[in-house]
């Protein structure tokens, strides 16, 4: 692997950190990226569905998950996992996704993972081929192309350290501050660096010094590499043996801290649970000179590293990086009050789910209501079969005579002198679960009843104990030997288009059983609609969990909503035209039984 991120790599963020993910953001924004860093959020204790963030002046959606694995299946091509598990759940975190699969790389934040655990992770990431970052790291950042979470800092501070392009510098380090620092550094003695990782202060980290820079080696971009160690472990004879044995060509700058530690009577350790010197070998002032002997170019002093930098940066006469162009992310934001996702306004003309509206509305385009329906309620474009079995089941419900209770309160309202629209809001407001709701709980209970496996006759046991009637099943006049020609219409289109109709299938044994007790316990066209939308949704893709949704959120009942507009509209104008008086409902069509009121 020559690089280890690019322009186009995204990441699933573990653990909704709000400030981190938006530094990524704005800093995605600032180097002009062509699409955010960030794919997704797993958030386990989260009950939306995105989280909302600023991308330069205006604000973008990342959606949430519950688990790794969902995030992973919505956001495939998202390769890279920011680990910000707190040190309890991050080696379970980092487990389940190298079982998962698909990762190329895995930064770990925790810090004080058990070490026998830390081991154990990070064998399994070495033998899948995937990198890991850390344990206890900030991350790593290749400029101009893709950074982890809060390294670098602010976004000031990212352009003042020229982390906004690539330079010419592979830093390695184990210290998250001191990777910021030398950032600076860099920068101000030399043209930044193109491609920057802090492998994690713990003592057993995923990738080692030797991981990174052997990887730096082959990438073009990287001309010189500076490692910074510290005192404890041995990683940096790794380094002095490859650059010994020819695998590393490239000038190498190194530094190991901690050389104060010879001052100190006895055994001290230094901030990360590595830094600790355990023989003589392991200390930073035995490290420095071995290095040095190796010909790595090894400063006299800390404080002498920027000189050091310099004079081998300007030995190699690199030709001046062209500054690219950046956005500026804006000081003041405004949060936006409202989300659409299914229209667009703006334009020169006004979009369905992308769709001009031209291109769906006008006859030329072969497109129908169906097709302006599942744009608009689902975002997809459905195949005409279903489009025209969306159309079929609006005009099968458009009306059912004057009688019913809508139509009934919409024609009262007219003729109280009231508008269409509050005459069609009186009788919209009818509907609900006993009136066009048996849509809904055809589909629940039915889809229900397939899903666990139930025999017609432990269904109807079930429902029994529910103390439900089963919504679908049953009508006031029709029967088996006077059938109903909606059902028989839609049940017939079912079987000509539909790819199959295994849940209404079902329901047709369950009606043979409730019609051998009752010849109007029939299948009625609420439950065929709402039972063929089921079957709709599962032949065009859509997973259980959503169909579910579907039927919980009232999608169902809305195309029983769309359909019996048009009648209550129409029974509306009906009375408009025949200019219909003020209704009274007749006295003796009421039963009266008033009684003398009782006194307190």
Request: glycine share 10%; charged share 20%; hydrophobic share 40%.
């Amino acid at each position: 692997m020559a690089q280890l991120f690019t322009r186009d790599t995204q990441a699933i963020f573990w653990n909704n950190n709000t400030t981190a993910i938006q530094r990524m953001l704005d800093y995605d924004y600032t180097i002009k990226r062509d699409k955010p860093s960030v794919a997704a959020i797993v958030a386990p204790t989260s009950s939306g569905k995105f989280e909302k963030f600023f991308y330069g002046p205006d604000e973008i959606m990342v959606p949430t998950f519950k688990t790794t694995a969902e995030a992973k299946a919505a956001q495939p091509q998202a390769d890279v996992l920011l680990n910000f598990a707190s040190f309890r759940t991050a080696y379970d975190v980092t487990m389940e996704a190298l079982e998962i699969g698909g990762f190329s790389t895995i930064m770990i934040t925790a810090e004080g993972i058990p070490e026998r655990l830390a081991r154990k992770m990070n064998a399994t990431a070495r033998a899948n081929g995937v990198v890991v970052i850390g344990p206890a790291t900030v991350g790593g950042i290749a400029p101009g192309a893709f950074k982890i979470a809060n390294v670098g800092g602010t976004i000031t501070n990212i352009v003042n350290s020229k982390l906004h392009r690539a330079g010419s510098c592979g830093l390695v380090t184990r210290s998250g501050g001191l990777f910021n620092e030398l950032s600076n550094i860099i920068s101000i003695n030399a043209d930044g660096i193109a491609e920057g990782v802090a492998i994690g202060g713990d003592r057993f980290v995923g990738s080692v010094f030797i991981d990174n820079l052997l990887r730096m080696e082959s990438n073009p971009q990287v001309k010189y590499m500076l490692l910074l160690g510290e005192v404890g472990g041995i990683e940096e004879y790794k380094v002095i043996d490859a650059i010994k044995e020819g695998k590393i060509t490239k000038p190498v700058i190194a530094w190991c801290i901690g050389t104060i530690a010879k001052y100190y009577d006895s055994g001290v350790q230094f901030g990360h649970a590595g830094a600790s010197a355990n023989a003589e070998r392991e200390t930073a002032e035995a490290k420095n000179r071995a290095m040095s002997e190796a010909g790595i170019y090894v400063p006299e002093s800390f404080n002498d590293l920027p000189n050091k930098i310099k004079e081998v940066y300007e030995s190699l006469h690199l030709a001046p990086i062209q500054e690219p162009e950046m956005n500026v992310v804006p000081t003041v934001r405004r949060s936006k009050q409202f989300i659409c996702t299914i229209s667009d306004d703006r334009g020169d003309e006004a979009t369905y789910a992308g769709f001009p509206i031209s291109s769906v509305a006008l006859p030329s385009t072969g497109k129908g209501i169906g097709d302006v329906i599942s744009l608009l309620w689902f975002k997809k474009q459905y195949p005409k079969w279903a489009t025209d079995f969306i159309e079929t089941v609006l005009k099968t419900v458009a009306d059912h005579g004057p009688a019913v209770s809508g139509a009934h309160n919409a024609k009262v309202t007219a003729r109280a002198g009231k508008s269409v629209v509050e005459s069609l809001v009186t009788g919209l407001l009818t509907i609900g679960p006993r009136f066009g709701g048996a849509i809904d709980g055809a589909a629940q209970y039915f889809k229900y009843a397939d899903d666990n496996g139930l025999s017609p006759k432990e269904f109807l046991g079930y429902m029994k104990n529910e103390g439900i009637p089963i919504p679908g099943i049953g009508h006031r006049i029709k029967s088996l030997k006077n059938p109903d020609l909606r059902v028989k219409g839609l049940m017939e289109y079912a079987a000509e288009y539909f790819p199959s109709t295994p849940l209404l299938d079902y329901a047709r044994t369950v009606e043979a059983l409730t019609t051998s007790k009752k010849e109007n316990l029939i299948l009625n066209v609420d439950g065929t609609i709402g039972i063929l939308m089921v079957d709709m949704w599962r032949a065009l893709g859509y997973a259980e969990e959503e169909i579910d949704e579907f039927i919980s959120s009232g999608t169902l009942n809305a195309f029983f909503i769309v359909g019996r507009s048009i009648g209550f509209i129409g029974h509306i104008l009906d009375e408009k035209r025949l200019e219909m008086p003020m209704y009274r409902h007749p006295m003796d069509d009421i039963l009266y039984d008033v009684q003398m009121a009782q006194e307190i």
